[in-house]
């Protein structure tokens, strides 16, 4: 195996300054010439295992300190520098390298203050959040993603859109697809547009989960959706053809300043119009009714998915017929919240959904059982929440399944319109009470004291740094 070549010519320059010594009184230390100390400075020579001993043994250097961390610090810069606010600084990786390589102090710095500044944006951000909870609101902009720019757009409104509501009524009346929707819907882009549908195994499509090709008019779905996952994304292609104007309509209310949050947003109203084609409003609503809310009876009456008959669920607010305002909260197991939705918005202000007790995490360690709990916030608000994992695209042998945890939550007052609220413990007193669990909307707003699972100290207070006492919470406050 060829020997691995060590250019470190900073790290030299910076020992040497450090001693105080000029190059030629360190050429001459390490027996070699002024100039060749001077091409080493600029990494135009390697260092060889005799210097690289040399220089162990006569400055008192560790050779690792000589290797450096570069790959740690690399890493971190190009974090920095992917922040929207410097994403268009660079265009590529070298300068971030040779800054990484020429200057680790300076490389250090920055990647302090970056870090510095994340901390404080992070906190501004929880400021806003309890400042607009009390009815004020301050104007604290910081860097998005398009992303970000997409999902505070949507959290804020109610997740019902009547115009796309109106155009997936209509749309389904005209397939008339029976038990049958996949088949009525390939029919339709056949015959309508010229389009054939087709799966294809993983190893033709190993990146994708649809892809249409307009040149061949073929729409390929791969092998890796489940059946309900194939008929969504078949349904979403119908839909931005046939429901196109109502999707820019939508798009266009949400007042996005990029191309690429409005591409975000087209394909959520795409997904949203998919879901209004497979699950048409008022026979859903009249099941949902029916069954009160039990997802797994609906899932099963409308040939869908748990995650798409709940999803569903949060779409139910139309004038004179709304049905019981769910709100939807989903989570990989590294707890990165990517969806949010409610009838009425998201309620982040009143639930916050960023609590370690609630039962999304816990779901994780009970794959596909559904948890039932009513959480109490410290104002007095209570929910009624499930909690259930969902199974993402399935991958082959060798490769981990990708899997994440869905909420869903509604106000306590309608537990009793649910199947659910039978399922929630009482406690043992006369009369007995629903139990129920005491949470924050997030660690860094919630003042409950002596909480086990609290993972940051909260902004409003001081750290309770008393060495006599300690507390149950490794972030004890006064």
Avoid at 236 to 255: C, H, Y
Avoid at 362 to 381: H, K, S, T
Avoid at 412 to 420: K, L, P, R, S
Wanted: net charge neutral.
């Amino acid at each position: 195996m060829a020997e691995q070549k060590i250019f470190a010519g900073p790290r030299i320059r910076r020992i040497r300054n450090a001693k105080e010594l000029t190059q030629t009184a360190m050429a001459e230390a390490l027996g070699i010439s002024p100039s060749y100390l001077n091409l080493i400075e600029r990494n135009q020579r390697p260092l060889t295992v005799q210097l690289l001993l040399k220089l162990s043994s006569v400055f008192r250097i560790e050779i690792d300190e000589l290797q450096g961390e570069t790959g740690a610090t690399l890493a971190s810069l190009k974090e920095v520098f992917a922040d929207p606010l410097l994403s268009g600084e660079l265009p590529g990786d070298q300068e971030v390298i040779e800054i990484a390589d020429g200057a680790p102090n300076a490389s250090a710095a920055i990647i302090k203050l970056y870090r510095a500044y994340r901390e404080q944006a992070g906190r501004l951000s929880d400021l806003s959040a309890m400042l607009a909870s009390e009815g004020h609101s301050p104007a604290l902009a910081g860097a998005r993603l398009p992303i970000d720019e997409v999902r505070e757009a949507m959290d804020g409104r109610g997740n019902h859109y009547p115009a796309l509501e109106e155009e997936a009524e209509a749309f389904h009346a005209l397939l008339k697809p029976g038990d049958d929707l996949m088949g009525s819907l390939k029919a339709w882009l056949k015959t309508e547009h010229g389009i054939v549908v087709r799966a294809l195994p993983v190893a033709t499509m190993p990146n994708w989960r649809r892809r249409y090709d307009r040149h061949s008019q073929r729409l390929f779905l791969s092998e890796r959706l489940s059946p309900f996952d194939q008929l969504r994304e078949v349904a979403m292609e119908a839909a931005q053809i046939r429901m196109s104007v109502a999707i820019a309509a939508g798009v266009n209310d949400l007042r996005l300043t990029s191309d690429e949050a409005r591409r975000i947003a087209r394909f959520e109203m795409a997904r949203y119009a998919a879901h209004a084609l497979m699950m048409p409003y008022q026979a859903y609503l009249a099941a949902a009714q029916r069954a009160r809310y039990d997802i797994d009876v609906l899932r099963s009456r409308f040939g869908v998915s748990f995650e798409q008959a709940a999803n569903r669920l949060t779409t139910l607010a139309r004038p004179g017929a709304p049905g019981v305002p769910f709100f939807m909260l989903e989570v990989d197991v590294a707890g990165h919240h990517f969806r949010r939705a409610g009838a009425q918005g998201f309620p982040q202000q009143r639930f916050g959904g960023l609590c370690p007790k609630l039962s999304i995490h816990a779901a994780f360690g009970q794959p596909g059982q559904i948890l039932v709990e009513a959480v109490q916030m410290p104002g007095g608000a209570e929910f009624l929440t499930l909690s259930r994992t969902l199974e993402g695209p399935q991958g082959a042998y060798s490769e981990r399944p990708r899997r994440t945890a869905i909420l869903i939550g509604c106000d306590i007052g309608f537990a009793d319109d649910t199947v659910y609220g039978e399922a929630l413990p009482m406690t043992a007193g006369r009369p007995p009470q629903r139990s129920v669990i005491a949470v924050g909307p997030a660690c860094r707003l919630c003042e409950r004291s002596g909480c086990l699972a609290r993972a940051e100290p909260p902004i409003t207070r001081p750290l309770g740094l008393d060495e006599m006492v300690t507390g149950l919470s490794a972030f004890d406050f006064q």
